[in-house]
């Protein structure tokens, strides 16, 4: 059953004017704030890094450097992506593959799941970028936007983690508006989400759903939480994925907090 949501609650999906400008402001500032002067992320192949490479490289020029970390399940075209990404747009980078660690783990666990091995390999991008972090004073910016976020899709303490996020109040379609504003390049504007988990692996196959259909539904229970399941039926949305979505929610918000800390 397709969605069918009414208008009213897609209207604030709509990009701010000025979008880039500000999300470039917020880089400057945050990064200046706490006495950094280079910035570092992973780029993946994907459009949300991608975007993220392109306001940095706005924000910071030779100052921002993109980590490519390709693993065994990385596909090449997007090893390929990346590079062509870095190469036509002068964007600095360095190529740390992380495929050798990944294949000792498998070696080392030979009953871990893809997932297993794809939070493993989430995990240790993350260690490289705090490592190169570390090595050349960098703040570590993060590309995660605010679909994967709420729905819990994303590996905490992987790519979850980061300094700051000039992304993640975005959702997902609206970091397709913003990279056709960015004209980021169509291989990879056009190319299916993926966490590159295992090979064919897609973010819309596995949810069950298209970010199409689900981000009306997010922003209308963002901007609604009082709205029951049936509430949220009434305004058109197909009961199936109100349901799918308002469980995702629930059962990974604990990824969004910070930990627990006993009070003694």
Not at 89 to 118: C, N
Request: contains cysteine; charged residues 20%.
């Amino acid at each position: 059953m397709k969605t069918k949501p009414q208008s009213a609650p897609t209207r604030g999906l709509d990009l701010p004017s000025k979008i880039i400008d500000a999300l470039v402001s917020f880089l400057q500032t945050q990064t200046t704030q706490r006495g950094f002067e280079r910035v570092v992320y992973g780029l993946s192949g994907g459009v949300d890094s991608a975007v993220v490479a392109f306001l940095c490289h706005k924000a910071f020029k030779d100052n921002a450097h993109a980590l490519l970390m390709p693993s065994l399940s990385t596909p090449k075209s997007a090893l390929k992506d990346a590079l062509e990404l870095c190469k036509s747009f002068h964007i600095s980078y360095s190529v740390r593959p992380i495929a050798p660690h990944h294949a000792l783990f498998k070696d080392t666990h030979k009953e871990a799941s893809l997932t297993r091995q794809g939070n493993f390999c989430a995990r240790l991008r993350m260690a490289a970028l705090y490592d190169h972090a570390l090595e050349h004073r960098a703040l570590v910016v993060g590309t995660s936007n605010k679909s994967e976020r709420l729905l819990g899709y994303g590996t905490i303490f992987g790519d979850l983690a980061c300094a700051i996020n000039p992304i993640g109040n975005l959702y997902k379609t609206q970091i397709y508006a913003l990279a056709r504003l960015l004209q980021i390049p169509s291989n990879i504007l056009d190319k299916p989400p993926s966490a590159d988990f295992y090979t064919g692996q897609s973010d819309e196959a596995e949810l069950g759903f298209s970010y199409a259909e689900i981000d009306p539904l997010l922003f209308a229970i963002e901007q609604n939480p009082h709205l029951d399941t049936n509430a949220l039926i009434a305004l058109g949305f197909a009961p199936a994925l109100v349901t799918s979505v308002q469980e995702r929610v629930a059962k990974n918000a604990f990824k969004l907090e910070m930990p627990t800390i006993c009070v003694v």
